[in-house]
């Protein structure tokens, strides 16, 4: 009765969000709205979480469709939405996870597109965006910092960056922040209602797909070859054994933007674990603390550690794992699929299969390399062998001097058919009525260069 209570005083009978409810449990530090505290506040807004998780649940997916399908629009994908939705319904750890991560990217998408009908250049970090003064114009500076309690600092609950950097294990993150932040979209869909909806910035392409190309495609045998490893190899971290069975499962369904937001997080966390071996620093494998710096790929492929020793990774891996790695996620010619993704800015309905595929082969590469006996796996196997041996000789495509060669060659390419292009006769020359000018032109010049 106490939860429902207090929901009669979050949301309305006809589904309108009480801001004022909820903006009522924030607490700052000296008196300052934008220095938050966070602890506290996440302890206050625990209660109100937990009701707006029981009151979705109490819906059924029609219901729920038809209270707030319509205040999802200005988000341009109503969809991705009530998936999340019923995600909550199924309450499968892997599925709540899944989907808040997609819920976070696109919120930040969107979000910045109602950044853009204010300012100009949109900040490229959430936390940023969520600090803005023109998100605050829009919405009010509480709604602002009711988000930035849940996304928008390490010291708040961060929930989009813990996810997206694989520290979270499937069940570790309760479900009933999804269901706020899910209420919490709707609710700034109300919001935006009384003003203008927000133009939506076309969705980024991945149009380097062909020059990304270096592994063979990948079958059933290759599939059936990661799930083995899964099970084997030391890249994995045991507690995060369903999320990788969860990514197989994605690529075999053909929903392979979900395989790829799934194996991302975990391919950060495996480097982790390795980087840390190799490099001597156990304690940089700890779980996000508020107070530090944790560890991800920007570091885990940098040539140097933060105190200028070597970092042992490359030497580890080799450098042409190295170089994929780097043209996977950090070169900004390439595809930079992480930053991409969990951005928002791809597609999701619309992902190529070549970029999941690419994402399973790194994988299988990456756990045979952590396989104790992988070496003679590989021997007994020709589809294992096709794709280890493909990376053997492996040279960036976009890093700048890769990209120079690139265009160097095409160059090259072109000047060697310029014999190739049609030439005019002499005939076709003189009947031009223009010709007889160059001609005495041409005769004169050639006169006063032989003077």
């Given at each position: 009765?106490?939860?429902?209570?207090?929901?009669?005083?979050?949301?309305?009978?006809?589904?309108?969000?009480?801001?004022?409810?909820?903006?009522?449990?924030?607490?700052?530090?000296?008196?300052?709205?934008?220095?938050?505290?966070?602890?506290?506040?996440?302890?206050?807004?625990?209660?109100?979480?937990?009701?707006?998780?029981?009151?979705?649940?109490?819906?059924?997916?029609?219901?729920?469709?038809?209270?707030?399908?319509?205040?999802?629009?200005?988000?341009?994908?109503?969809?991705?939405?009530?998936?999340?939705?019923?995600?909550?319904?199924?309450?499968?750890?892997?599925?709540?996870?899944?989907?808040?991560?997609?819920?976070?990217?696109?919120?930040?998408?969107?979000?910045?597109?109602?950044?853009?009908?204010?300012?100009?250049?949109?900040?490229?970090?959430?936390?940023?965006?969520?600090?803005?003064?023109?998100?605050?114009?829009?919405?009010?500076?509480?709604?602002?910092?009711?988000?930035?309690?849940?996304?928008?600092?390490?010291?708040?609950?961060?929930?989009?960056?813990?996810?997206?950097?694989?520290?979270?294990?499937?069940?570790?993150?309760?479900?009933?922040?999804?269901?706020?932040?899910?209420?919490?979209?709707?609710?700034?869909?109300?919001?935006?209602?009384?003003?203008?909806?927000?133009?939506?910035?076309?969705y980024f392409r991945l149009t380097?797909?062909?020059?990304?190309?270096?592994?063979?495609?990948?079958?059933?045998?290759?599939?059936?070859?990661?799930?083995?490893f899964i099970g084997k190899s030391?890249?994995?971290?045991?507690?995060?054994?369903?999320?990788?069975?969860?990514?197989?499962?994605?690529?075999?369904?053909?929903?392979?933007?979900?395989?790829?937001?799934?194996?991302?997080?975990?391919?950060?966390?495996?480097?982790?674990?390795?980087?840390?071996?190799?490099?001597?620093c156990p304690s940089r494998i700890?779980?996000?603390?508020?107070?530090?710096?944790?560890?991800?790929?920007?570091?885990?492929?940098?040539?140097?550690?933060?105190?200028?020793?070597?970092?042992?990774?490359?030497?580890?891996?080799?450098?042409?794992?190295?170089?994929?790695?780097?043209?996977?996620?950090?070169?900004?010619?390439?595809?930079?699929?992480?930053?991409?993704?969990?951005?928002?800015?791809?597609?999701?309905?619309?992902?190529?299969?070549?970029?999941?595929?690419?994402?399973?082969?790194?994988?299988?590469?990456?756990?045979?390399?952590?396989?104790?006996?992988?070496?003679?796996?590989?021997?007994?196997?020709?589809?294992?062998?096709?794709?280890?041996?493909?990376?053997?000789?492996?040279?960036?495509?976009?890093?700048?001097?890769?990209?120079?060669?690139?265009?160097?060659?095409?160059?090259?390419?072109?000047?060697?058919?310029?014999?190739?292009?049609?030439?005019?006769?002499?005939?076709?020359?003189?009947?031009?009525?223009?010709?007889?000018?160059?001609?005495?032109?041409?005769?004169?010049?050639?006169?006063?260069?032989?003077?």
């Open positions: 009765m106490e939860d429902n209570a207090d929901l009669d005083h979050i949301v309305t009978a006809s589904g309108q969000v009480c801001w004022e409810a909820i903006t009522f449990n924030l607490r700052t530090l000296d008196n300052d709205e934008h220095d938050l505290n966070y602890k506290e506040s996440v302890r206050l807004l625990g209660p109100v979480c937990k009701a707006v998780h029981l009151y979705l649940q109490s819906l059924n997916a029609k219901q729920f469709n038809d209270q707030y399908g319509i205040w999802f629009t200005w988000t341009n994908n109503t969809e991705l939405f009530i998936d999340v939705f019923e995600a909550i319904k199924s309450s499968q750890p892997t599925a709540v996870a899944l989907d808040l991560m997609k819920l976070t990217a696109c919120l930040e998408r969107a979000l910045g597109n109602v950044f853009l009908t204010m300012g100009n250049d949109c900040p490229f970090l959430l936390r940023d965006l969520l600090a803005s003064q023109e998100l605050a114009t829009v919405f009010g500076q509480d709604v602002m910092n009711v988000l930035r309690v849940f996304l928008g600092s390490p010291q708040s609950l961060n929930l989009r960056n813990i996810l997206w950097h694989g520290f979270a294990a499937p069940a570790e993150i309760p479900p009933m922040y999804t269901s706020m932040l899910l209420l919490l979209t709707a609710g700034l869909g109300q919001i935006l209602q009384k003003g203008s909806v927000p133009l939506h910035r076309p380097q797909l062909e020059e990304l190309a270096v592994f063979p495609d990948i079958n059933e045998e290759a599939i059936a070859l990661a799930e083995d030391d890249f994995v971290v045991e507690i995060m054994l369903p999320y990788w069975r969860e990514a197989v499962a994605a690529y075999r369904n053909q929903r392979y933007a979900d395989c790829v937001i799934l194996l991302l997080p975990q391919l950060e966390t495996g480097l982790r674990k390795l980087f840390t071996i190799v490099n001597n700890l779980t996000a603390e508020s107070t530090m710096l944790y560890t991800t790929f920007d570091e885990m492929l940098a040539k140097y550690l933060e105190n200028d020793d070597t970092n042992q990774l490359p030497i580890a891996l080799g450098e042409p794992i190295m170089e994929i790695l780097w043209d996977l996620l950090n070169h900004q010619e390439g595809p930079r699929i992480r930053d991409h993704l969990s951005h928002g800015e791809l597609d999701l309905k619309l992902f190529p299969k070549k970029m999941a595929s690419h994402m399973v082969a790194l994988a299988i590469v990456l756990l045979h390399r952590c396989c104790k006996n992988g070496n003679e796996i590989a021997m007994e196997n020709e589809c294992l062998r096709l794709i280890i041996s493909s990376t053997s000789s492996y040279c960036s495509r976009f890093h700048p001097i890769g990209r120079l060669k690139q265009q160097l060659r095409h160059c090259v390419g072109s000047l060697r058919k310029w014999d190739e292009i049609p030439r005019p006769s002499i005939e076709q020359v003189s009947e031009r009525p223009w010709s007889e000018y160059w001609s005495q032109r041409t005769l004169a010049t050639s006169g006063s260069l032989l003077e």
